[in-house]
Every structure is written in C-alpha cells, then in structure tokens.
Nanobody
Framework: QVQLVESGGALVQAGGSLRLSCAAS????????VGWFRQAPGKEREFVAA????????YYADSVKGRFTISRDDARSMVYLQMNSLEPEDTARYYC??????????????????WGQGTQVTVSS
C-alpha cells in the first residue's frame, strides 16, 4: 500500500507557474505508476498527466501538453507536476494517484487504487 500527500497548490495569475508535489509513503514506491488528475467545481475528475513506474514514459492530456511536465524522484518517493503558462481553465483541485505495476499506464481514474486528498490550484485572469 502507499499513502499520498499533495502540496504546492496556490493562487496564481494567468501566465504564471506552479510546481505540485506528491509525497508517497509506503513500500516499493518505484513499482507504482502515478497520475495527476484534477476536478473543478461541478465538473468530473479529469486526467492531467501520468508517469510510468520506470519513469520512462509520460502521458498528458491535450489541454496541458506543452505546458505541464510530470516527473518522479524515486529516491525521495516524490512525483512532481510542473505547470507553466497557467490559464484560468486550469483552476481545480489537483490529485495524485498511484497504480501498482500496471501493464500500461492508465489515464482513467478508475484504474488507480490509491489517492491523495488533493491540493487547490486557482488561476486568476
């Protein structure tokens, strides 16, 4: 099992940057694929980015491609989401999630077994 805690959310102006962190505790974090999802009020949770357990493969939603970068540091049991050129449409609560040794890295939230509590990102225009 793994426990996840997100941090780094804040209020930022459009065009600004933030780096979200996902701290994991538990055994064998390196065996988990990790995804970032977000949910805005009144909307469904949506996929943002994911990284394979090896770190060799990354996936992004079209809406964030070229602006967001996901990375991991298994020595520190951390996963990061660097967000640049933020837009008001990026306003949401951001969650990290983990899936144990998936055959393919999932982009569907239902595939993830472990979730953090989320961190709020608000982008003002």
């Amino acid at each position: 099992q793994v426990q996840l805690v997100e941090s780094g959310g804040a209020l930022v102006q459009a065009g600004g940057s933030l780096r979200l962190s996902c701290a994991a505790s538990g055994r064998a974090f390196g065996n988990y694929a990790v995804g970032w999802f977000r949910q805005a009020p009144g909307k469904e949770r949506e996929f943002v980015a994911a990284i394979s357990w090896s770190g060799g493969d990354t996936y992004y939603a079209d809406s964030v491609k070229g602006r967001f970068t996901i990375s991991r540091d298994d020595a520190r049991s951390m996963v990061y989401l660097q967000m640049n050129s933020l837009e008001p449409e990026d306003t949401a609560r951001y969650y990290c999630a983990a899936d144990y040794l998936p055959w393919t890295v999932p982009t569907n939230a239902v595939k993830y077994d472990f979730w953090g509590q989320g961190t709020q990102v608000t982008v003002s225009s």
